[in-house]
């Protein structure tokens, strides 16, 4: 694929680029064949060193191919009949691998595969308008016809279908396939209400605790309850990151599903790396945990997986996220509260926080949230009295 770079010192700016099979060398030419005119670029295999020409393109005037060969001097590569579904699988997903989450990349390839190509990967990426977009955001919405597997998608999904393509987009103009991006020109699916319940009062939460308490799990909820802990990262703490004598926890990782399966991962934002305190209720819960815990792991005895984690399976084995919200589900229903997820209980306590602290900077520190200004050193960082009064506040909530 021939690309072009501007750079001082460059001879006549161009700079061979590397696309895994060959190394263009030297400028496009305008060339006579057969009748007819071509633009070709010389170069050569990387892997064998041979000689490779490369054509971009046949026209029936000379004029043509020069307007071909100033497109391709001005910096935009790719082949004129380059179709929206070669850049994204030769290109663009490519390009993705190794540097982003592999459940990003997985996300991508999904959204690309499942509902771009199949919808407009036959358009010349050239020919791609705000026009020809706007029609395909349109037939995401719709049921599928002749589309395969491919499903209408929710409101939800086809903005997140539209966001990346988007992005696929944005990065075909900084490559020089494209002049614009024809995805900013258009409106998302427009945002559907939710009116699921997201959280639980204090009494649905207290009525909860009280069903889940003799669950060997217990305290992974009331954890969840009083410190707002993500999912992940509660089954990801650690008993070396508890300070039971301090009344407060780190959190520095996560346990997250990657391609169907629990792999322990690093947090996304350094704010989610944080300390977060508790009261002498929770204490007491996480001790009675401790020696459950360790009651299993005698029984276990040859069996059980040492991996230093506070909340495990009965042989010590790490906690699938998917099980721990089946659980939640399971206790609910016994419970006979409102159904929300394991994110719902994160938001319950944001929501008795704020009341109970009335302090909406200590509950984002708390929480980890992304959007504070300052970010917390997350292991130097000395808790404050603020902090201190939060987690025992909030803890008096939740003994039951």
Not at 17 to 22: A, C, F, G, K
Not at 70 to 81: C, K, M
Not at 254 to 272: H, M
Request: glycine residues 8%; hydrophobic residues 40%; aromatic residues 6%.
């Amino acid at each position: 694929m021939y690309a072009k770079c501007m750079q001082p010192g460059s001879p006549n700016g161009v700079v061979p680029s590397i696309d895994m099979e060959w190394v263009a060398v030297g400028e496009p030419e305008v060339q006579r064949q057969r009748g007819r005119w071509v633009v070709r670029v010389s170069g050569y295999d990387p892997a064998t060193g041979r000689r490779r020409v490369r054509q971009f393109g046949t026209f029936a005037t000379k004029r043509e191919a020069a307007a071909r060969q100033r497109v391709l001097l001005e910096g935009r590569t790719g082949t004129a009949s380059e179709t929206v579904a070669e850049f994204l699988d030769k290109v663009w997903l490519p390009s993705k691998a190794g540097r982003v989450e592999p459940s990003t990349y997985d996300q991508y390839g999904w959204a690309m595969r499942r509902h771009v190509v199949p919808l407009i990967g036959a358009v010349q990426l050239r020919d791609l308008t705000a026009e020809v977009v706007d029609g395909w955001i349109g037939r995401l919405r719709e049921p599928s016809a002749g589309d395969g597997e491919r499903k209408a998608l929710g409101p939800t999904s086809a903005r997140l279908v539209r966001k990346v393509f988007s992005m696929a987009m944005e990065e075909a103009v900084q490559r020089g396939r494209l002049p614009s991006n024809p995805v900013t020109l258009t409106q998302p699916p427009r945002r559907q209400r939710n009116h699921k319940k997201l959280s639980w009062t204090v009494d649905e939460a207290r009525t909860f605790l009280v069903t889940a308490r003799d669950h060997r799990l217990y305290a992974a909820f009331h954890l969840c309850l009083v410190t707002g802990l993500r999912r992940g990262e509660v089954l990801a703490l650690r008993w070396d990151e508890l300070d039971m004598e301090r009344a407060e926890l780190e959190v520095t990782q996560q346990l997250a599903l990657e391609r169907g399966r629990p792999v322990i991962k690093g947090l996304k934002t350094e704010t989610s790396e944080r300390r977060v305190t508790f009261g002498p209720a929770t204490a007491a819960v996480l001790r009675a945990h401790r020696e459950r815990q360790l009651i299993e792991a005698a029984f276990a005895g040859g069996a059980w997986r040492d991996k230093g984690l506070v909340f495990t399976t009965a042989v010590g084995g790490w906690v699938d996220p998917n099980n721990f919200r089946r659980l939640m589900d399971q206790l609910v229903v016994r419970a006979g509260v409102a159904r929300i997820t394991p994110k719902g209980m994160r938001h319950t306590a944001q929501s008795v926080g704020r009341v109970v602290v009335g302090d909406d900077k200590v509950m984002q520190e708390r929480l980890g949230h992304s959007d504070i200004g300052v970010t917390l050193g997350s292991y130097t960082h000395v808790v404050t009295d603020q902090h201190r009064q939060a987690g025992e506040r909030i803890d008096a909530v939740f003994d039951i």
